[in-house]
């Protein structure tokens, strides 16, 4: 295991096609980096499976959040009628649960939604104003017409001088550190 570098973010390779990103992000993938992402102007297939792309979480706390909400929305209500303000309106009983599955149904919707939307957030790291990447003068072609690998300093296998002849050995246009 190679010593962590500190001062560097990690080593871009910059590549023409697409083809050669998806067939370096195999050989990286193989080779044993796992800390690694890849940066193209549009999407390429195979390219999230080639770099060790996980599943998301998302789905999981969506339903989570589905949950907690239609929970929430019943509890209130049930304590609300039954245990707080009990009122015989024409011998309905207390607990009649069809009046409360509007609000319940709202409540999971909503609280779904919000969990959606800050667990993307959170997952995401975002908001993220500035990311190290941009130091790399040719990194603005990755919008245009140009594709990017970036093996990242955190990678247990990561070492400056292998790491950089490893990616020069898959025929990159061209190989530069990537400053924090």
Known sequence: MAEKEKNIYGIMAEF???????????????????????????????????????????????????????????????????????????????????SFLPITFELTILVAAFSAVLGMFALNGLPMPYHPVFNVPRFALASRDQFFLCIESKDPKFDRKETKKFLESLKARTVVKVDP
């Open 16 to 98: 023409d096609s697409a083809d050669e990103l998806v067939a370096a992000s195999h050989s990286t993938f193989a080779e044993g980096y796992r800390k690694m992402d890849a940066y193209s102007p549009y999407p390429v297939h195979g390219l999230a499976e080639a770099i060790g792309f996980k599943k998301s979480k998302l789905p999981m706390l969506v339903l989570i959040g589905a949950i907690v909400g239609g929970v929430l929305g019943f509890s209130m209500q049930y304590y609300a009628s039954v245990e707080s303000y009990p009122l015989n309106i024409g011998g309905r009983p207390l607990n009649s649960w069809p």
